[in-house]
């Protein structure tokens, strides 16, 4: 932190953040540390990389911290499949209703109780429109209403075929 000079403005929880108090399976990439990422179901049982890690909810971390919903100016999330978790444990934040930048992977998110479906329908309660950025690339990014979601993950699982 001190590279940054965030000493004083940063802090740190030891937690991943999910949609509850409890622990969660962590699996380890050892080529990637950006892709660590918390497994669902039986898949934690197989990986031979896998170590428990506690987990809280946005919403009482940011609390705890002594941050109101509304003082979030930004939101970016980016955890490799668990998104729609974080958003459940983020009612409050996204009351507020701040920006956010969310990695939108439907591919990814596998835990059967809370997956794309979860996602889009926390995202459409609390957003009116998104933006999608694979189309910024090419110059083309547009501002979509939210109902246009469900448009993207098609695109999505067309290209992945």
């Given at each position: 932190?001190?590279?940054?000079?965030?000493?004083?403005?940063?802090?740190?929880?030891n937690?991943?953040v999910?949609?509850?108090?409890?622990?969660?399976?962590?699996?380890l990439n050892?080529?990637?540390?950006?892709?660590?990422?918390?497994?669902a179901?039986?898949?934690a049982?197989?990986?031979?990389?896998?170590v428990?890690?506690?987990?809280?909810?946005?919403?009482?971390l940011?609390?705890?911290?002594?941050?109101?919903p509304?003082d979030?100016?930004?939101?970016?999330i980016?955890?490799?499949?668990h998104?729609?978790?974080?958003?459940?444990?983020?009612?409050?934040?996204?009351?507020?209703?701040?920006?956010?930048?969310?990695e939108?992977?439907?591919?990814?998110?596998?835990d059967p109780?809370?997956?794309v479906?979860?996602?889009?329908?926390?995202?459409?309660?609390?957003?009116?429109?998104?933006?999608?950025?694979?189309?910024a690339?090419?110059?083309?990014?547009?501002?979509?209403?939210?109902?246009?979601?469900?448009?993207?993950?098609?695109?999505?699982?067309?290209?992945?075929?």
């Amino acid at each position: 932190m001190g590279l940054n000079r965030g000493d004083a403005e940063v802090r740190t929880f030891n937690v991943a953040v999910s949609s509850g108090v409890g622990e969660a399976p962590l699996l380890l990439n050892r080529g990637s540390h950006g892709e660590h990422a918390l497994v669902a179901g039986t898949a934690a049982s197989d990986a031979a990389d896998v170590v428990k890690v506690p987990t809280r909810p946005l919403d009482d971390l940011l609390a705890e911290a002594g941050h109101r919903p509304e003082d979030v100016g930004f939101l970016k999330i980016d955890t490799e499949g668990h998104e729609p978790r974080v958003l459940e444990g983020a009612a409050r934040v996204l009351s507020a209703s701040p920006p956010a930048m969310i990695e939108y992977a439907p591919f990814r998110y596998r835990d059967p109780e809370c997956g794309v479906d979860v996602l889009e329908q926390i995202v459409a309660e609390h957003y009116s429109h998104f933006l999608d950025l694979r189309r910024a690339i090419k110059g083309e990014a547009e501002l979509r209403p939210i109902l246009e979601l469900a448009d993207v993950r098609s695109e999505i699982a067309s290209t992945d075929e």
